[in-house]
């Protein structure tokens, strides 16, 4: 079973435009993290933050986590055509053991030229 | 520094046969984790091996088994494939303890078709 739900699922933007990407997820973690995947390819890691941090940046991405919420947001300003990609929020769960990520079903970003 | 790669990249199997995928970790890494990716999903964890021992293991029936060698490169097995098989299998590294700690690094995925 999937632990977070992306939102929306898919998102259509012009170039130029911030995007905004919603996850909620179930229980406990440890760390959120954000990916990209470019059609079905490999992912690639975007940024961490763990669960005593409210808000991270790295580069045009800007990443808030609220625990008492269970919910995450991903912020791309100023997107560009090669932004589109799908977006996966996936959890790193507390109490340890696996290193298992739990993946939500991706926001699928459209970014218009 | 060296990436995670697997291969191959795409393959076909007829139900029922059995499929080894491949691995080789990031440099550095010493922890391989393998997740099912479905058409239109998220990817769904498999299983992680670390030390080269199961480590965790997600909702994946004992068909679906692994091996990691000394030089961190791993292999998925599968056998008695089914039709729901067929997905995009990932490989992910990490380094377990490290100041990467669950951050993975994900190769480019072997596309597995069952008919």
């Known amino acids: 079973s999937q632990q977070g739900e992306e939102d929306p699922q898919a998102l259509s933007i012009q170039e130029g435009e911030n995007a905004t990407m919603n996850c909620s997820y179930k229980t406990s973690i440890n760390n959120l993290q954000w990916y990209r995947q470019n059609s079905g390819r490999g992912l690639v890691h975007l940024i961490l933050?763990?669960?005593?941090?409210r808000e991270k940046h790295s580069g045009r991405l800007r990443v808030t986590l609220d625990t008492s919420k269970k919910s995450s947001s991903l912020l791309i300003t100023a997107s560009r055509a090669a932004d589109t990609a799908s977006y996966f929020c996936?959890?790193?769960?507390?109490?340890?053991?696996?290193?298992?990520?739990?993946f939500g079903k991706g926001t699928h970003l459209i970014i218009q030229p | 520094e060296t990436g995670v790669t697997q291969s191959p990249t795409h393959l076909i199997k007829t139900r029922g046969q059995q499929v080894t995928l491949r691995c080789s970790s990031q440099s550095g890494h010493n922890t391989v984790s393998w997740y099912q990716q479905a058409l239109g999903q998220g990817p769904q964890f498999i299983f992680q091996?670390?030390?080269?021992?199961?480590?965790g293991r997600g909702n994946f029936p004992p068909r679906f088994s692994g091996l990691q060698f000394p030089n961190y490169s791993s292999e998925l097995n599968v056998n008695a494939l089914e039709l729901d098989d067929s997905a995009l299998y990932l490989c992910?590294?990490?380094?377990?303890?490290?100041?990467?700690?669950?951050?993975?690094?994900f190769g480019p995925g072997t596309r597995l078709t069952v008919l």
């Open positions: 933050i763990r669960s005593n941090e």
């Open positions: 091996y670390y030390r080269e021992e199961e480590n």
């Open positions: 992910a590294s990490s380094l377990m303890g490290g100041r990467y700690h669950n951050e993975q690094f």
């Open positions: 996936a959890t790193g769960l507390a109490g340890g053991g696996a290193d298992g990520l739990t």
